[in-house]
């Protein structure tokens, strides 16, 4: 089935450490986001990549990095810069028409 | 002041009952607005979108878009408990998700 992987599904880290979230769709989507949800609040915009090797900041960029090396993946790093990195972190991709875009599970990260 | 607005909730109906969520916006340059729907600990589901204003429909689902009064609507009729979840408006002046603007979303409760 297609679709968009995270995982993993839970993750713990410890302050001061980097963390990398995978993400990988077999879609053949071109464009590809990450996205920050806490609690009652909606999704925000971290990054996003619309080809291969090319991504943009988006709302909230600062401590987070990506790469998009390949077409499939785009994996998240939260770096120790981040000073709230406890969070629901979303994937999505999309073939660029509004009725094509799909979300991963998500990835639950807490720092201990 | 938030480009989005979402009626915060959360919302509790009994089961057949008719369910309006809502959203206010104010960016006149939104011209794509969808709704989401995000069961507990999962990623959000596409549920409806909608191009400038007027309704959509879909099974029970329906969307409403005021452009003038910069409010959207989503009616569901004969609510269900499988309803029961957190609906997220959303709206950009692409047609691209990714660069969308989310409402912090609306939790239903259905009882049955």
């Known amino acids: 089935d297609g679709g968009i992987t995270q995982s993993p599904k839970y993750l713990f880290r410890k302050e001061g450490q980097n963390v990398t979230l995978s993400c990988e769709q077999n879609?053949?989507?071109?464009?590809m986001y990450w996205y920050r949800q806490d609690p009652g609040q909606g999704l925000r915009l971290i990054y996003y990549?619309?080809?291969?090797?090319?991504?943009q900041k988006g709302d909230i960029a600062e401590g987070y990095s990506v790469s998009r090396e390949k077409k499939e993946s785009f994996p998240l790093t939260v770096t120790s810069a981040q000073k709230n990195p406890t969070a629901f972190y979303l994937c999505?991709?999309?073939?660029?028409?509004?009725?094509?875009?799909?979300f991963g599970q998500g990835t639950r990260l807490t720092v201990v | 002041q938030k480009e989005v607005e979402q009626d915060p909730g959360p919302l509790s109906v009994p089961e057949g009952a008719i369910v309006s969520l809502n959203c206010t916006y104010s960016?006149?340059?939104?011209?794509?607005f969808m709704w989401y729907r995000q069961y507990s600990r999962k990623g959000p589901e596409l549920l409806m979108y909608t191009y400038s204003s007027g309704n959509k429909e879909d099974g029970r689902f329906t969307a409403q878009v005021d452009k003038s009064s910069k409010y959207i609507s989503l009616f569901i009729r004969d609510s269900q408990p499988s309803d029961s979840a957190t609906y997220l408006c959303a709206m950009s002046a692409r047609i691209n998700a990714g660069k969308s603007t989310f409402g912090d979303g609306t939790t239903l409760t259905v009882k049955p």
């Open positions: 960016n006149s340059a939104f011209q794509y």
């Open positions: 879609l053949n989507h071109d464009a």
């Open positions: 999505a991709s999309s073939i660029g028409r509004q009725d094509t875009t799909i």
């Open positions: 990549s619309q080809i291969v090797n090319d991504f």
